[in-house]
């Protein structure tokens, strides 16, 4: 009987509520949004506890900033699932547009997701 030493399976790589939120704010930008900034901090009030997220999306081109375009009508509303996670707030805050030399966008905008 021969036995071999091999390693163990690798556990899965669980993602936590920040990288979920990313990908699905990315997914909501309809792909082809690059992400320039992701900040994340802590936030409580008497009652609940969380984090406060913002990103900064950037969209080239033509039909890229018709996606963020989508995205800033979309994002107010849109039902994001984060497992043990509530998305309480989902805001636009800010958009720089430029036209030249080829259309460009930029996006920042803030999430609240409350601890269930």
Same mark, same amino acid.
């Given at each position: 009987?021969?036995?071999?030493?091999?390693?163990?399976?690798?556990?899965?790589?669980?993602?936590?509520?920040?990288?979920?939120?990313?990908?699905?704010?990315?997914?909501?930008?309809?792909?082809?949004?690059?992400?320039?900034?992701?900040?994340?901090?802590?936030?409580?009030?008497?009652?609940?506890?969380?984090?406060?997220? !913002?990103?900064?999306?950037?969209?080239?081109?033509?039909?890229?900033?018709?996606?963020?375009?989508?995205?800033?009508?979309?994002?107010?509303?849109?039902?994001?699932?984060?497992?043990?996670?509530?998305?309480?707030?989902?805001?636009?805050?800010?958009?720089?547009? !430029?036209?030249?030399?080829?259309?460009?966008?930029?996006?920042?905008?803030?999430?609240?997701?409350?601890?269930?």
């Amino acid at each position: 009987m021969h036995f071999t030493n091999s390693p163990p399976p690798p556990r899965p790589v669980r993602r936590s509520p920040a990288v979920k939120l990313r990908e699905q704010v990315l997914a909501l930008a309809d792909g082809p949004a690059a992400l320039l900034a992701h900040e994340e901090k802590a936030w409580a009030s008497a009652t609940f506890a969380g984090t406060r997220h !913002r990103l900064e999306l950037a969209f080239e081109g033509d039909e890229a900033v018709q996606a963020g375009e989508s995205f800033i009508a979309f994002l107010p509303e849109h039902e994001f699932a984060v497992p043990r996670q509530l998305v309480a707030d989902a805001a636009v805050v800010a958009v720089d547009h !430029r036209l030249a030399p080829e259309p460009r966008m930029t996006v920042s905008c803030e999430l609240l997701l409350l601890d269930e």
